[in-house]
């Protein structure tokens, strides 16, 4: 139906820098929010960033001035530039988009496979 792919993701050393895609496609009427969660092993799931269709940013206060998100409405693309990394950013960095589908006024919101970020020396 909806399907999110995600690229970008590897090992880097601490300071070093990464830039995540994610493309929506399927069935889409239109798409809002979108951005990224990410899980680390033995935590729970936390946003990261989210950035709506008008442009409106929201980033947690550990990424703040490291972490840059851009979008294209046009593709269905987000983008996600991570700076001066850290090893507590490593974690399992997983794409999402709360989309409309056609024919209905519903919001889901559908993920990405997730894709690994490590940072280590």
């Known amino acids: 139906q909806v399907q999110l792919v995600e690229s970008g993701g590897g090992l880097v050393q601490p300071g070093g820098s990464l830039r995540l895609s994610c493309v929506a496609s399927?069935?889409?009427?239109?798409?809002?929010?979108m951005g990224w969660y990410r899980q680390a092993p033995g935590k729970e799931r936390e946003l990261v960033v989210v950035?709506?269709?008008?442009?409106?940013?929201r980033y947690a206060d550990s990424v703040k001035g490291r972490f840059t998100i851009s979008r294209d409405n046009a593709k269905n693309t987000v983008n996600m530039q991570m700076n001066s990394l850290k090893p507590e950013d490593t974690a399992v960095y997983y794409c999402?988009?709360?989309?409309?589908?056609?024919?209905?006024?519903?919001?889901?919101?559908?993920w990405g496979q997730g894709t690994q970020v490590t940072v280590s020396s």
């Open positions: 950035i709506t269709s008008g442009g409106t940013t």
């Open positions: 399927g069935n889409i009427f239109s798409i809002d929010a």
């Open positions: 999402y988009a709360e989309v409309q589908l056609p024919g209905t006024r519903l919001i889901t919101t559908f």
